[in-house]
């Protein structure tokens, strides 16, 4: 079994080769693939941690869209002064598929 947790956006996510993933919005290469930074990498019993090991792992990932995320409504209110704010947020997202850690 093996798996890589990569840095996906500001998390970390756990993946394996064909695990589906939502992460903030990147930019794609010309062929619709991204290289994920791994930051752990377990291959059977041996774990692998060290950053000089680490800079020889790849883990690939074509995408396959890109998406927005629920709406978030942000609201400010002050009693008794009649101050009140509202705003809206959506997150621009992109769904990868991991093809590949070597």
Request: overall charge positive; cysteine-free; glycine content about 8%.
């Amino acid at each position: 079994m093996v798996y890589a947790v990569v840095r996906a956006g500001g998390r970390q996510e756990k993946v394996e080769v064909g695990t589906i993933v939502t992460m903030d919005r990147i930019k794609a290469d010309k062929d619709g693939t991204v290289q994920l930074v791994p930051v752990l990498l377990v291959d059977g019993d041996k774990i692998t941690s060290d950053a000089k090991s680490l800079a020889k792992v790849t883990v690939t990932a074509e995408v396959l869209n890109d998406l927005r995320g629920p709406k978030i409504v942000i609201q400010k209110f002050k009693n008794k002064s009649g101050y009140k704010k509202r705003q809206g947020h959506r997150q621009e997202l992109t769904r990868v598929k991991v093809t590949g850690i070597k």
